[in-house]
Nanobody
Framework: QVQLVESGGGLVQPGGSLRLSCAAS????????MGWYRQAPGKQRELVAD???????NYKDSVKGRFTISRDNAKNTLYLQMNSLKPEDTAVYYC????????WGQGTQVTVSS
């Protein structure tokens, strides 16, 4: 059973930065298109950014220019660099395949507040 483990969240002030990491068992991250998702309280989970196996990236409009998704295939790790964070970015962040998602991990909480 493939497991996804997210880390790197925390409490940050508006305008601050965080880097999230996602570790997966096996060679999952180097084979599949992957994404970072988030779920804010009372809202549905949404796709924030994704990266193809070939390295092409896509972003939700509200995070373009602030977030950067990347992958390190040698370390089997997916990253999300988040800069200029806003209170509306507060959510639990998850990584998963872009399509035909695996069972979700526990996610990592990101709270943007002064």
């Amino acid at each position: 059973q493939v497991q996804l483990v997210e880390s790197g969240g925390g409490l940050v002030q508006p305008g601050g930065s965080l880097r999230l990491s996602c570790a997966a068992s096996g060679r999952l991250l180097s084979i599949y298109d992957m994404g970072w998702y988030r779920q804010a309280p009372g809202k549905q989970r949404e796709l924030v950014a994704d990266i193809t196996s070939g390295g092409i990236t896509n972003y939700k409009d509200s995070v373009k220019g602030r977030f950067t998704i990347s992958r390190d295939n040698a370390k089997n790790t997916l990253y999300l660099q988040m800069n200029s964070l806003k209170p509306e970015d507060t959510a639990v962040y998850y990584c998963n395949k872009r399509f035909r998602q695996l069972p979700w991990g526990q996610g990592t909480q990101v709270t943007v507040s002064s």
